[in-house]
């Protein structure tokens, strides 16, 4: 039995997505060969399904995003706490879930003689991001998307360090039960048959203003198209989004749903997803509306393109070219038939390349090779739109 500990950041622990990739693996591990504990700083609703699954949770405080000015006192505090917890739980393997908390498994790692493995959600970091979370020192790091280890891999070249064994495992999402997009549904400010655009998350580097913009331009053509920006935030920066949307003459066409839980729901009322972010290594909200049928629009920045692939499953723009991308929303949402065709080959793809099996099964035999010794460096072969 191959006992493993993860280090988990909770920083909303009353956001929750039923699709959350540690709760993913907890469902697909084998538990006849590996067993899993997860550290978290504190109780919230992934803690709760992963202990409905029957996963060990350990409450680890200050098990946040390692900052330097608080490093005197919290890094080791929390390192001791780590290593105590790997060796009580017979941990042979320690897994940052996350690079921000690569200081303190490290730490951990080094104390208790295991080794560890980082895990990049992020692409297109500076070199003192790796430099400030230790993530070349770790046994190995796992990636969602080869554009994220490719930055990381530019670090290694940049630092003139060694290379070690590096995978890359796309997100792994459960499709729903086949749907089309376009459904109806009870939303007052969402009338049924209306053609919709919608995005999930309203954080900065969503840059949900420049969908509004975008989305000026569209009902430019489209009058009769709406709008949705579904998710939590600063009630100041929510209030400029609406602000922004009055001033562009769009209040009464954009809805703010505000933070969901099941979003099955509110994609089966768009007809088209759009993505504004500027980064992204590979978003798992993208992912999720390619496994409901919907075609998806975004700036082609970080790994989406390695998931959408543009004039089949959607359309990628230059990253800024918001006169692109209002054209591919515009025509996705005049013609139906485009965007169900779309939708249905994005489906289609989600279910080949990014499923919750070959997600563990990637993250399995990593770690077979990880305590194994193997320290040959490879990359699986990503699933880039060709």
Not at 15 to 32: K, Q
Not at 191 to 204: I, M
Not at 262 to 285: C, D, F, I, Q
Request: with cysteine; net charge positive; hydrophobic share 45%.
């Amino acid at each position: 039995m191959l006992r493993f500990l993860v280090l988990q950041t909770l920083p909303k622990p009353a956001a929750f997505s039923p699709n959350n990739a540690l709760l993913t693996l907890a469902r697909r591990l084998d538990r006849s060969r590996f067993a899993m504990t997860v550290a978290v700083p504190r109780a919230g609703l992934l803690t709760q399904a992963l202990e409905r699954e029957g996963i060990p949770v350990a409450l680890v405080s200050g098990l946040r995003t390692y900052r330097r000015h608080d490093a005197l006192w919290r890094f080791p505090v929390v390192a001791l706490k780590v290593a105590h917890l790997a060796r009580r739980t017979g941990a042979k393997l320690l897994v940052s879930n996350h690079a921000e908390l690569g200081p303190f498994a490290n730490a951990a790692a080094r104390l208790t003689g295991n080794p560890w493995i980082c895990f990049l959600r992020q692409a297109d970091r500076p070199s003192r991001y790796y430099d400030k979370y230790r993530v070349a020192r770790a046994d190995a790091v796992a990636s969602v998307s080869a554009a994220a280890l490719g930055s990381y891999q530019a670090y290694l070249t940049e630092r003139k360090l060694p290379p070690h064994p590096m995978r890359v495992i796309p997100t792994g999402i459960d499709a729903p039960p086949c749907v089309g997009p376009g459904g109806s549904g009870n939303d007052r400010d969402t009338s049924p048959g209306l053609p919709t655009v919608g995005t999930v998350g309203l954080r900065g580097v969503k840059r949900p203003g420049h969908l509004l913009e975008i989305f000026a331009r569209v009902r430019r053509q489209v009058p009769s198209a709406r709008c949705m920006l579904i998710g939590g935030g600063d009630p100041a920066e929510l209030e400029n989004l609406r602000s922004l949307a009055a001033s562009l003459g769009l209040a009464e066409a954009v809805d703010f749903p505000g933070q969901r839980r099941e979003m099955g729901e509110w994609y089966r009322r768009m007809n088209v997803y759009a993505h504004t972010s500027r980064s992204e290594a590979l978003p798992k909200v993208v992912l999720e509306a390619m496994v409901h049928a919907l075609p998806v629009v975004s700036f082609d920045v970080g790994g989406i393109g390695e998931a959408v692939v543009s004039g089949e499953t959607g359309f990628l723009c230059a990253e800024g070219d918001l006169d692109a991308f209002a054209s591919g929303l515009t025509q996705l949402l005049s013609d139906p038939a485009l965007a169900r065709r779309f939708g249905a080959a994005g489906r289609i793809r989600a279910e080949q390349h990014f499923s919750p099996m070959a997600m563990a099964e990637g993250m399995m035999a990593l770690f077979i090779e990880v305590l194994s010794g193997r320290g040959a460096a490879s990359t699986i072969s990503s699933p880039r739109a060709v």
